[in-house]
């Protein structure tokens, strides 16, 4: 039930461009994307509900696929700040009111 | 600001004890909270579902009479992880779902809780 994150690691130089994917076995009713520093809590990127596709702020934006249950999250001209694990959070249903079941996370370096 | 506050966000505590993190809900009201766990360079992995006025609901695998949830107001969620042992040693982290935040349907993460038992 555990969404699958790829790759599960990248390492990038600044400016350049990554995608991370998280993929499903069951149908979604959302997708949420987390980034997570080191001992610090997870932050909220954006979310993804069916139907929809969602730009988030700066330089990273994501899409959807609902009859491929999966979603992509796109980092362009990455920076340092952009360092950290991604995790795709998967909703099944609406009514579970915010139950997410994450993927395993994909750690990006960015280097100078 | 934080829009889910949790408390204490260290703490160390003797093998057999009790400890209590809570989990609050700043400028909304939530009917239900989760809590995850996260151990070192691991997923969150879901604990359990908080809900205001009845019991909470537990993952495969979770001991509910280790991990007490109470859910006793509508911004308040405490989980108490009961005769401590190491190998409770984690990251506990509480969520909830602001229906009225303005990316919509928003869920917000608390800042976590790092409990060491030693």
């Known amino acids: 039930q555990q969404p699958v994150q790829s790759p599960q690691a990248v390492i990038l130089r600044e400016g350049e461009d990554a995608v991370i994917n998280c993929s499903s076995s069951?149908?979604?009713?959302?997708v949420h994307w987390y980034r997570q520093k080191h001992g610090e809590a997870p932050v909220f990127l954006m979310i993804?509900?069916?139907?929809?596709e969602q730009k988030g702020h700066e330089k990273i934006s994501a899409s959807f696929n609902e009859k491929k249950q999966q979603s992509s999250l796109y980092l362009t001209a990455s920076q340092l700040s952009y360092s950290g694990t991604y995790f795709c959070?998967?909703?099944?249903?609406?009514?579970?009111?915010?139950?997410?079941?994450f993927g395993q996370g994909t750690t990006l370096q960015v280097k100078p | 600001g934080a829009v889910v506050s949790q408390h204490p966000s260290r703490v160390i505590c003797k093998s057999g004890t009790s400890v209590k993190i809570e989990c609050r809900s700043l400028?909304?009201?939530?009917?239900?909270m989760f809590w995850y766990r996260q151990f070192p360079k691991q997923s969150l992995m879901l604990m359990a579902t908080?809900?205001?006025?009845?019991?909470?609901?537990?993952e495969q695998g979770v001991e509910k009479d280790k991990f007490l949830i109470n859910h006793a107001s509508l911004t308040l969620s405490t989980l108490t992880v009961t005769s401590a042992h190491p190998e409770d040693s984690s990251f506990y982290i509480c969520?909830?779902?602001?229906?009225?935040?303005?990316?919509?349907?928003?869920?917000?993460f608390g800042e976590g809780s790092w409990l060491t038992v030693v």
């Open positions: 969520s909830a779902r602001d229906w009225g935040s303005s990316s919509g349907n928003t869920i917000y």
């Open positions: 069951k149908a979604l009713y959302s």
């Open positions: 993804l509900l069916k139907g929809g």
């Open positions: 959070g998967t909703e099944l249903d609406l009514a579970n009111t915010g139950k997410l079941i």
């Open positions: 400028d909304f009201q939530a009917t239900t």
């Open positions: 908080s809900n205001e006025g009845s019991k909470a609901t537990y």
